[in-house]
């Protein structure tokens, strides 16, 4: 089993930054690929940025591409997502997953593991 809480969220202006952390506990957290997703009311839940066991390969949605930067620190179980010139479209709330498939996967699937979400709100 995998726990997982997202930490980081806020209202922020428009144009500013912020910065998510997920601590991940559990024994095989560190070898599961990581990935942020979000989901806006009304919408379906969305992949936002991934990232491989190593931390060496990333994907990211062409949305927040060369905006936001997802990072992960193995020796601490904790991945973040740096988000950065936030706009208003960028709320919703963000969710991280533990994918035990062996690669990033840009969408939902039933053996993923969540934590409780974090919301994060951009004032125009």
């Known amino acids: 089993q995998v726990q997982l809480a997202e930490s980081g969220g806020g209202l922020v202006q428009a144009g500013g930054s912020l910065r998510l952390s997920c601590a991940a506990s559990g024994r095989t957290a560190s070898n599961y690929p990581m990935a942020w997703f979000r989901q806006a009311p009304r919408n379906e839940r969305e992949f936002v940025a991934g990232?491989?066991?190593?931390?060496?390969?990333?994907y990211y949605a062409g949305s927040v591409q060369g905006r936001f930067f997802i990072s992960r620190d193995n020796a601490k179980n904790t991945i973040y997502l740096q988000m950065n010139r936030l706009k208003p479209e960028d709320t919703a709330v963000y969710y991280c997953?533990?994918?035990?498939?062996?690669?990033?996967?840009?969408?939902?699937?039933?053996?993923?593991?969540w934590g409780q979400g974090t919301q994060v709100t951009v004032s125009s």
């Open positions: 990232i491989d066991w190593t931390g060496t390969t990333t």
């Open positions: 997953a533990a994918q035990p498939g062996g690669a990033i996967r840009a969408v939902v699937h039933d053996d993923d593991y």
